[in-house]
Structures are given as C-alpha cells and as structure tokens.
C-alpha cells in the first residue's frame, strides 16, 4: 500500500534543475543515444541499467574521454564477477586528471590547508610539471607499468602528484595513512611487495607533531621489496640514509608522458577492514575508475571547473582517492591535512568558508558531534557559496538532515550518500534534480541497478533487505591481490547470490525511489568514515600477556552516535583495574588508529565461537542492538550459547 510522500525537506527550484549537468547530459543522451527526454530522473536511471551499453557510452562520449587506441564494443563478458569492460581500449587516468591544465594553467588545481588553516594553492600548470618530473624519475629508477607504488602520507599535494605520477607510469599506486601503526601498514603493503615508498617524517594532527620515523624505519626493514624510499620532510628533519629527496624528484620542467595502458589496467590497490584476517586488497583498474567517477563527480556531484571540492579524508580512505578524481571535472580539490574538530569542533565549517568550497563532504559522525556541541556553521560563517553537503561513513540520522537544514542554510542541498571502498564509488546518494527527504539518500546512482533483496533473492519495496547489485560497474574490483583463482573475490560479494554482487548493508527502498541505508549486515568497525577490521585489533590488545582474547563491536546508535565496547577474556590471576585499561587504549592508539580506542572496556566471561573457532561478533552486535537471542543467533552454530547468554543479559541491563 503507497503511503502519501512526506514533504521534502528540500526541493531543487526549476533554474537549479534547468542548469544541472544532469539534465544536460539527459537531453543530449535522448538525442545520440536513446535515452529518455521526458520522466525526469527515473526514467534516466531506468534507462542506465536497462541498456548499460548505450548509458556507458554516452557518459564517455559526454565527457570527452580519450582512447588511444579505440574499444571493441562497451561490455564484452558482462557476468559477475569478471565483466570485461571497453575491451580493446586503451587510455591513461592521468592524462585526463591533469587535462584542465591546457585551458586554465594559472587557476588553483589543489588548495591545500592545514591546521594553521593557512592557504597553499597549486596550480595546474604546476600540478603538471611536478608529475611530469617525478614520472620521468619513476621510470629512471625502473618503475614498469605493473609495479606497485606505496605511500605513507598524509592528505597533501605531494601524495596527488604522487598518485598522478604512478598513474602516468602505468604503475599501481597504494596509500596509508601515517596514524596507521606500522602493524597495519605492513598488513596493508606486504601483500603488494611495493618498489618504491614516498613517506613523511611525521604529521601533525590536534596541535601536535607526532614523529613516524621510527614506524617508517620498520617499514623499509620489512618491505624487501623497495628499491627507493622517497622523504618528504614535512616536520622538517633530514632524509633518513639511503632516502632520496621529494624536491629532487621535482624540480625539473618536464612534460609528462603517459603511459597507454588497457582499460582494465591496475590504477590502485584499496584495502578492507580485514575483519576475518588480513585486509582484502582490491583492484581497480584506470579506465574503470575514470569512466565511474566522470559519472559520480560529474553529474550526481554536479562539479565542474567553477566548483570547489572539500572532503574531509586521510589517504588510508577511499574517499581520498574519489576527492582526487575531482581533478577529472576541473574542478579545484581542497585538502586538508589535521584533525576534523581542532581547534575546535566546528573547524571544518571555517575551511570550508575560508576556501570557498561549493561541495564540501564530511562523515555523518562530523555533523552529529557538530550538533551535539552547539555549533551554528551558518550564523558564525559565510558559507553562501556551498552548493551541498554531502556526508558518508555511516548513515545521516534524521537529526542530521535538520541539523544541516537549520543551521547551514534552508536552502541546502543535502546528500547523504553510500557506497564503498570495493568500488571506490556511491551505490546510492546525491542528485541534483531531485528532493531530499529525511533520513533518505536521495535515489540509487545511475548506471548501478540496486535493490533490495530478501534471504531468497526476491526483490523488497518498503522493506528491510541486503544491499544488491544486479548488474556490472566499471569500478567493480577487476581482482583482489594474492587471489589467483578469485576464490576470495567471489566469497567477498557472490557467495550469497550467485552472479549478483552483496554488498553487506541493510538497505530499504522506498516506493517513491529513495534509499534508506540501516548500517552493515557484517561487523566492519565503522568510526569517524575510517573502516577498520576487528582483527586488527584483537592482533594488537591480545599481545598483551593479561587478555586471553578479546571481542570489539561497532554499534551504530538511534542518535547518530556510535558505541564501540571492547570485551576482553583475561588470563587467569589478571585484572581489569585502571592501569590495564590504560595500556589497553595506549595499545590500539599507538598501533592501529587513535579513532579505534574503545568507549568501554568491559570483562567477559569468555568470547563466543562457531564450531569452527570464529569469533561471534555479528550475533553479539544483533544482541547488543536488542534482537532476542533466539533470533540473533542458530544455535547449532556456536560453540557456547552460555557464553551468548551474558551479552543478551548485559544488553536487557544497558536498556
């Protein structure tokens, strides 16, 4: 039964709608390729999963996509996993990243901003000179398309000429960023075997410098496989022995030369939460990448060469790699490279003034810590020139969407948008011609025909189910790294639906074509947009010698908060006073991430297994959400439903 719609909390006028590039690319699509003219965005969408072909090709079309070498047909094998994308194509994401710079040298490319909330631009001509320089310098050292690139940094304009000048190469670029332990960096890069590191000193974050050369010197005693390690001093100190100097390997006026490599090529290397192990390295090739975010960045983002793109990102989350691609657009990329709330909580509202950012993107986390301090981001900031508000990492709460529309602006276009680092892109999110409706993203994306599906793989309207995609996307992973047979990738996202890719979300469609995302379906940790895995953590807190083993769940709260207890097991005589709690956060601070030290640390009388010795966390999470035992869990499946009992018990007593 349809109910009537709610009222939208925002609704695009006709001019906004009339100038949308959206609507543009629609009218011109209906004349070249058979798209809809009338129907609006439905029929658009409608259209883009219905004849992928023709959708696929007029978006390369429309942006002007160079191929050196021309393509075959848009989709060869179009089964899932391994749709062959282009076949035939050749081309370099590089080449179109750095295209801006031939009509406008002088305009800003990149505005980088740190703490001190001072301005450093880079213009597009400068951009092009120093990847142009450091791609030569690559090749010089024996970089070969295929090798892998590896950076250590945090968001600054070297870790973008960086990328950019591995892309030109036809080398496979992977980042993490420097508040991740040498532990997890190791996790991370061992499975790449890179050939070369650009890495900093240090960062600064919270006021503070934190010094990381100790963490690189394990790097480059456990990474054999180096043959350069490249030192940007960004606190200042000498290159270690042995390092060569970033200016060095920029200095030269040098025009870049782009490698042509296939469509499917390797661009980068992105990583999981490796909850069940190590993190799952994912593939993603150039033309895949560079055709999806043309798409994202270009219709649904709306951004052009006039705009300017502010998301708030480290280099060890996909959306550092979707920011870059604003480059694609021409669009001028802010960076910033700090904590999210110092000096205080509302800091990223005052960058965002101070640069002028039309869209600016931050985690749905961000603006419920915005709220609950009392920040007023419209009262206190000239932030007329924001176009929209976009947030990711973990669902909007309704509060959110008020929030944003009460204090930004009433006229404010709000997109709460979702998607993932396995194809580095949004399933669901932001469009320009369309309402926004409370707690909703907006619509699914084009191209990406998404739905929800019940344990029988039977399509949902107006009900819970998993998050599936029922055809092929060009940033789909193309393999996972160390997969040969592509067991993992399979078991990652086919295993359920065969042919049909399960993302891992609880997701609700809405009669009127919105999306409401209700968190993960697995225990990814999901803190401030920075996924990490359970195992990461276990590995770290369970070194030491008083925790015989440990369970950490993310929850996400009704308010837009979420809680992150850590439950350990310890050793027999060992107890859980101040002094271990302590070390325990010191633990996960000084290891993995500051952003994972748990809100409790609560003694258990054990953890939970299935009969094959997994952890149980997702039934643990269910438990502790408030889902009855005998639903939250089979149990035949576990090792101890005893053990089940005491967190089914503690969550009756937090209620």
Same mark, same amino acid.
């Given at each position: 039964?349809?109910t009537?719609?709610?009222? =939208? ?7 906004r ?7 543009r690319?629609?009218?011109?699509a209906?004349t ?7 129907? @609006?965005?439905?029929a658009l969408?409608?259209w ?6 023709s959708?696929?090709?007029a978006v ?12 075959e047909?848009v989709?060869?094998d ?7 994308w282009?076949?035939?194509a050749t081309l370099n994401y590089?080449e ?14 990149l505005?980088y ?6 301005q450093t ?6 951009l092009?000179r120093?990847v142009?320089?450091?791609?030569a310098e690559?090749r010089a050292?024996?970089?070969q ?8 940094l945090p968001?600054?304009?070297?870790a ?9 190469v ?12 040498a ?7 061992q ?16 006021g ?7 963490a690189?010197?394990e790097?480059?005693r456990e990474?054999?496989s ?13 290159a ?5 100097e970033?200016s060095?390997?920029t200095?030269s006026d040098?025009?870049?030369v782009f ?5 499917d090529?390797p ?5 999981s939460? @490796? ?6 390295a994912?593939?993603?090739?150039q ?6 975010h043309f ?5 649904h983002?709306?951004?052009g ?10 280099t060890?989350?996909m ?17 910033y ?10 800091a990223?509202?005052a960058?965002?003034?101070q640069?002028?950012a039309t ?17 007023? =981001? ?6 007329s ?9 973990s669902?909007l709460?309704?509060?959110?969407f008020?929030w944003?529309?009460d204090?930004?602006?009433?006229d404010?276009?709000?997109a ?7 194809v ?5 999110g932001?469009v320009?011609?369309l ?8 619509a699914?994306c ?5 739905q929800?599906w019940d ?12 998050l599936?995609v029922?055809?092929?996307m060009p940033?789909?992973p ?13 078991d990652?996202?086919?295993?359920t ?20 995302i209700h968190?993960?379906s ?7 947009g920075?996924?990490?895995g359970?195992a990461?953590i276990?590995?770290a807190?369970?070194?030491?010698p008083?925790i015989r083993?440990?369970?950490?769940i993310g929850?996400?709260?009704p308010?837009g908060?979420?809680?992150m ?11 859980l006073d ?11 601070r000084?290891?993995?991430s ?6 409790e640390?609560i003694?258990?009388p @054990?953890?939970p297994?299935t009969l094959?010795g ?7 999470k269910?438990l ?11 149990p035949?499946?576990v ?8 967190y089914?018990?503690?969550a009756?007593?937090r209620?």
């Open positions: 039964m349809s009537a719609a709610p009222t =939208p909390l925002w609704q695009p006028d006709e001019a709608i009339a100038t949308a590039r959206i609507t690319f629609q009218s011109w209906a070249h390729h058979g798209a809809p003219a009338e129907g @609006g965005y439905e969408h409608r883009s999963v219905t004849d992928l072909e959708f696929w090709q390369v079309e429309w942006f002007d996509i160079r191929f050196s070498t021309p393509y047909r989709l060869g179009r089964s899932m996993p391994g749709a062959e282009f076949p035939g590089a179109h990243a750095l295209r801006a710079a031939a009509d406008r040298p002088d305009d800003s490319a505005l901003v740190d703490e001190t909330h001072e631009p880079v213009s597009w001509s400068a092009r120093q142009g320089s450091l791609a690559l050292l024996g970089v398309p295929g090798d892998r690139v590896s950076g250590y968001n600054i304009p070297q973008v000429v960086a990328l950019l000048a591995s892309a030109a036809g080398a496979v670029w992977t980042s993490c960023a420097p508040d991740f332990g532990r997890s960096v190791l996790d991370r890069f499975q790449v075997e890179p050939v070369v590191l650009f890495t900093v000193d240090g960062y600064r974050y919270g503070k410098e934190h010094d990381r050369r100790d690189v010197a790097l480059r990474l054999p180096l043959r350069a390690v490249v030192h940007i001093p960004l606190l200042g100190t000498d270690p022995e042995g390092a060569l970033w060095a390997l200095s040098t025009e870049p490698e042509q490599v296939p469509f090529h661009l980068w290397v992105l990583y939460s @490796g909850t069940t192990g190590l993190p799952k994912i593939v993603q090739s033309g895949g990448i560079l055709v999806e798409k994202q960045l270009g219709l983002c709306d951004l060469p006039e705009d300017r793109f502010f998301w708030y990102t480290s060890g989350w959306m550092w790699n979707f920011l870059v691609s604003g480059l694609l657009t021409g669009t001028t990329v802010i960076l490279d700090g904590s999210p709330g110092y000096p205080e909580t509302g990223q509202w960058i965002a003034e640069t002028g869209l600016f993107g931050t985690s749905a986390a961000y603006v419920m810590a915005c709220r609950k301090a009392g920040v007023h =981001p419209g009262r206190d900031h000239d932030l020139r924001i176009q929209c508000v976009a947030t990711t990492g669902p709460p309704p509060d959110g008020r944003l529309h204090e930004v602006r009433e404010l276009w709000i709460s948008v979702s998607g993932g680092t396995d580095c892109s949004c399933f669901a932001a320009p011609t309402p926004v409706h409370i707690g909703e993203l907006q699914p084009l191209g990406t025909d998404l929800s344990p029988q793989g039977k399509p949902l309207t107006g009900e819970v189910g998993e599936v029922t055809n092929p940033s789909m193309i393999h996972f790294w160390n997969d040969p047979d592509g067991t993992r990738y399979h990652s996202y086919f295993d639906y065969p042919g049909v890719w399960r993302h891992g979300d609880w997701i609700t469609l809405t009669d009127r074509g919105s999306v409401v968190g993960r697995d225990s990814t940790l999901n803190r401030q920075v996924r990490m359970s990461d276990y590995e807190v369970e070194r030491l008083e083993e440990s369970l950490v929850i996400e709260q308010d908060g979420y809680w207890p850590l439950f350990v097991h310890l050793a027999p005589g060992a107890v101040d002094d271990l709690r302590t070390r325990i956060k010191q633990t996960i000084e290891q993995l500051p952003r994972h030290v748990p809100d640390i003694e258990a @054990g953890v297994h094959t997994k952890r149980i966390e997702v039934p643990v269910r502790l959400q408030g889902t009855p035992l005998d639903k939250a869990v089979n035949g499946s090792d101890s439903l005893e053990l089940l009992q005491f089914a018990d503690l009756r007593e209620r």
